[in-house]
């Protein structure tokens, strides 16, 4: 009997869901869907194999105030009708910061999930939420087990100094160190670079995760050598909603001039920053992008500007560059972004193919540029369903 996997990524407004066959464990997922709205005004939406829509009738309502424990309820039942006498094997979660502990996939119990809660201050838009997916499967289904796969993870063959601030070394060993995220990104994206680099691929490349969340790591040997995110996922890039780099002084300030506590320096810089902040029009480059508004405008410009910076950045740590990777929402969408980076990155031999950037091809740069600029859609479902298969029996 054929048996299924089901990966879970659960965020503050959403909760995403892939099922996979065990045996085959296509990177196409059987069935994917989501839910969306969470705490306003929840949705849900799911589709096959083939993109087409699966019927979601008894999902049509629900209760504007369910939670993430609730609609996993809901999504157990529904799933049971759509995968019939399939039995559900495992369910593998996106957990976003494993820290100094956990640096593979791991089966969760009670006591690595305390652990993992100890991790929520550092990664507080998502740490919270992955661990609410967690505990709502454990009271629905107790005897289903659980696997963690983290961020962090990929990021673990970087080496010490590449890891570490420049702080007193009582703090580095107690952990304050750079961990990195969109790990699971960075691992998929590692794993498909033969098909399209041949074999380049275990070259120097730097890949940029671009969506609401951003970051960009430096690949050599399609390992991880450096990362623009740190103790934190509020560090390097320019986000959707987050500062990214931010001069310490400024934290400072805002608590000595401006009285703010912690929490409020949490919420200016984790959600009322970044496009949404500087353009005071939103956080969604779509929207940016179709906007009159000067300042959104501006927001663009200045998003692209700190990613070609932060890009150049890295690439001493991988000592030049011969692949540039978009990936994610706004990576794998948005020609502008793309053009405003490369454009600035020229110095490095990189040419970009306007017309093939504009099309969204997999390829967008001239036959004879210095530096292969690719489009590649991530998968960060497909990650977390091997190591399921992996670490089960």
């Not at 499967?137 to 970087?158: E, N, Y």
């Not at 691929?201 to 430096?218: D, K, Q, T, Y």
Request: charged share 20%; glycine share 8%; with cysteine.
């Amino acid at each position: 009997m054929t048996q299924v996997l089901l990966t879970l990524n659960a965020g503050s407004s959403s909760l995403k869901f892939a099922v996979f066959d065990r045996e085959t464990l296509s990177e196409t997922a059987q069935i994917s869907g989501k839910f969306t709205g969470i705490g306003g005004a929840p949705a849900f939406t799911a589709r096959d194999e083939t993109g087409a829509p699966l019927d979601n009738a008894e999902l049509e309502t629900i209760n504007a105030d369910a939670d993430h424990e609730q609609l996993i309820a809901r999504l157990f039942d529904w799933l049971e009708q759509h995968l019939g006498q399939m039995p559900l094997e495992a369910v593998g979660h996106r957990v976003v910061h494993g820290g100094r502990n956990f640096s593979v996939p791991t089966f969760i119990n009670d006591e690595i999930l305390q652990e993992l809660e100890l991790l929520s201050p550092l990664a507080p838009l998502h740490q919270p939420h992955n661990l609410a997916a967690i505990r709502a499967v454990a009271k629905w289904r107790p005897g289903l087990p659980q696997i963690a796969c983290f961020d962090t993870s990929f990021h673990r063959t970087q080496s010490r100094t590449a890891q570490l601030f420049a702080l007193p070394r009582a703090l580095s060993d107690e952990g304050v160190v750079r961990y990195g995220f969109h790990g699971l990104s960075y691992d998929y994206i590692a794993g498909v670079l033969p098909q399209y680099l041949g074999d380049c691929a275990g070259g120097r490349v730097i890949v940029a995760h671009l969506g609401n969340g951003a970051s960009m790591c430096a690949m050599h040997d399609r390992k991880s050598v450096a990362t623009s995110m740190g103790f934190t996922a509020l560090d390097g890039l320019m986000m959707g909603r987050r500062c990214g780099t931010l001069d310490p002084g400024v934290v400072l300030y805002l608590m000595q001039a401006k009285g703010m506590d912690a929490t409020e320096i949490e919420n200016l810089l984790y959600r009322k920053s970044g496009l949404l902040g500087v353009s005071g029009v939103s956080n969604n480059m779509q929207v940016l992008q179709q906007s009159d508004d000067p300042h959104a405008s501006e927001a663009i410009d200045l998003y692209c500007f700190r990613a070609a910076s932060i890009l150049a950045g890295l690439v001493p740590s991988i000592g030049g560059l011969d692949a540039l990777v978009f990936t994610a929402g706004i990576g794998e969408n948005s020609a502008l972004v793309r053009k405003n980076i490369c454009d600035r990155l020229a110095w490095l031999g990189l040419e970009l193919d306007s017309a093939e950037n504009a099309r969204d091809a997999t390829c967008i740069s001239q036959p004879q540029s210095l530096v292969k600029v690719l489009v590649l859609p991530t998968n960060e479902e497909a990650v977390v369903a091997k190591a399921c298969q992996n670490l089960l029996p």
